[in-house]
Every structure is written in C-alpha cells, then in structure tokens.
Antibody
Framework: QVQMVESGGGVVQPGRSLRLSCAAS????????MHWVRQAPGKGLEWVAV????????FYADSLKGRFTISRDNSKNTLYLQMNSLRAEDTAVYYC???????????????WGQGTLVTVSS | SSELTQDPAVSVALGQTVRITCQGD??????ASWYQQKPGQAPVLVIY???NRPSGIPDRFSGSSSGNTASLTINGAQAEDEADYYC???????????FGTGTKVTVL
C-alpha cells in the first residue's frame, strides 16, 4: 500500500542543523511532487515546502527565510528536508505528504506520513 | 501571501448536520481540499476539488464552494467525526500553499 515514513527528528540545540527523511513506497515516487508540512505543539498545520516530481521546481513558505532546503532522491524513493539555523519556533511535528492534482489549481495532499518530532531546545 | 480563515470551533448534535467554512481570496481561483485530524494522528484527506471524496471516506462528507468561501458539510455527524478540520489551497502566487486556521468540531 502507499506509505510514507518520516525519520530524522529529535532534540537539537538552537542554531544547529538537522536533516529529515521521508521514505516512500507503494507508488511510483518519481511521478509525484512531495510536500513538507509542520505542526507546532497545540497549533495548526503550516505548509513548509513543495518539490515537483523531477526535483527541479521547489517552493518554500516565506516564513522560513531561506533556512530550509527540500530535495529528493528518486533512485532511493526518498524526500529530504535540510533544516539549518534552527530556532525554538521550529519545534513541531514534521509531516511529508504526496502532492496530487494538476497545474490548473486542483491540488490535494494524500497520503501523509505519521510525522517526526523536532524539538529545538538548549 | 494569502490567508484562509476558519471558525475556531463548532458543535453539532449527534446525527445532525454541520457546515464548516473556509474564507480566502485565493479560493476564487483555486480549489480547496479538506483534512480531518484526530488527536495524536496525522491529517487525513476527506474532500478535494469540487466535491470529491477519497476511497474510504463516508458519503456524509461533502464539499462546496462559492466565491471566496469553501465549505465542508457533515450530514448526520457521528461521534467519530469529532476532530480538527483544516482547509488548504494554493495561495495567490499559485506556487505556495496555505492551510486554514482550523476548526474543532465537537459532536454532542
């Protein structure tokens, strides 16, 4: 079945870096764009970044100010999120989700991984 | 960037109908999708596009849209529908995405 499994979360000190991974299975990974979405404790969902199926087009939430980089390795069916200069406000559960839809404005996120918790604390 | 605004909380009696709304300028140009999230779980897609339900989502869930407002309706709410619901669409740039502020649905 279609599945994504995130990993790489943990406790990290402010200013340090962390790389998250999302291993996909059950579908042709190279045919789909992928998203990262995060959720701070007790807060709502926040879109983080998207990467198109071929890895060429990437877009980020303005709030990240260039600190995060999304990438993928289609040979390994894996999505990544490199997070640099981490701050306390980056503490959240980070989800990967498959991008579905077309270029005409019909989009949806499905399925989602179970999430990985990143805690930024000294 | 764009914003999508939802009512923070709504309640519905068991078996009754509840409508959740999502307002934002980008909805005039892009479809909304809707997600259900229960405590400690990942979000689950319930509605996408004009009014499409993924496999496994009960037909009591439906979607609609008019102008700058998208709506999710639950006809005959069940106890298991108690959850947080989020809308999502592209923002006005067309390349970024935005989630709504979320609505907590309580089934009485």
């Amino acid at each position: 079945q279609v599945q994504m499994v995130e990993s790489g979360g943990g406790v990290v000190q402010p200013g340090r870096s962390l790389r998250l991974s999302c291993a996909a299975s059950g579908f042709t990974f190279s045919n789909y764009g992928m998203h990262w979405v995060r959720q701070a404790p007790g807060k709502g969902l926040e879109w983080v970044a998207v990467i198109w199926y071929d890895g060429i087009n990437k877009f980020y939430a303005d709030s990240l100010k260039g600190r995060f980089t999304i990438s993928r390795d289609n040979s390994k069916n894996t999505l990544y999120l490199q997070m640099n200069s981490l701050r306390a406000e980056d503490t959240a559960v980070y989800y990967c989700a498959r991008k579905n839809g077309d270029s005409a404005g019909l989009d949806w996120f499905d399925p989602w991984g179970q999430g990985t918790l990143v805690t930024v604390s000294s | 960037s764009s914003e999508l605004t939802q009512d923070p909380a709504v309640s519905v009696a068991l078996g009754q109908t509840v409508r959740i709304t999502c307002q934002g300028d980008s909805l005039r140009n892009y479809y909304a999708s809707w997600y259900q999230q229960k405590p400690g779980q990942a979000p689950v897609l319930v509605i996408y596009g004009k009014n499409n339900r993924p496999s496994g989502i009960p037909d009591r869930f439906s979607g609609s849209s008019s102008g700058n407002t998208a709506s999710l309706t639950i006809n005959g709410a069940q106890a298991e529908d108690e959850a947080d619901y989020y809308c999502n669409s592209r923002d006005s740039s067309g390349n970024h995405y935005v989630f709504g502020t979320g609505t907590k649905v309580t089934v009485l």
